[in-house]
């Protein structure tokens, strides 16, 4: 099973751009669709962002369409979500999530990095 490392979170003033990263290892990366989530204080972990195995679609989240851009690079083992013109309330928790092309749920969860978006 893939082995995920989240990084890149950190404090920006809102207007500001932050990257994040997630590093997987132990699994045949490029077999596996990619997912970004987030988790306010006090809410529930919501779903940002996803690209497909092949890197042929994505799809986000209202809130983060236009802002936010996941990419991946299969060749390094990593996945990307460009976070721009951030706004307080993206203040959270992000994971990075795994879920193998042929399964219907999100396999594997990294830690979190925390992402702090001041006024």
């Known amino acids: 099973q893939v082995q995920l490392v989240e990084s890149g979170g950190g404090l920006v003033q809102a207007g500001g751009s932050l990257r994040l990263s997630c590093a997987a290892s132990g699994g045949t990366f490029s077999r596996y669709n990619m997912g970004w989530f987030r988790q306010a204080p006090g809410k529930e972990r919501e779903f940002v962002a996803a690209i497909r195995w092949i890197g042929d679609s994505t799809t986000y989240t209202g809130s983060v369409k236009g802002r936010f851009t996941i990419s991946r690079d299969n060749a390094k083992n990593a996945v990307y979500l460009q976070m721009n013109s951030l706004k307080p309330e993206d203040t959270a928790v992000y994971y990075c999530?795994?879920?193998?092309?042929?399964?219907?749920?999100?396999?594997?969860w990294g830690q979190g990095t925390q992402v702090t978006v001041s006024s």
């Open positions: 999530a795994a879920q193998y092309f042929s399964s219907p749920n999100y396999d594997a």
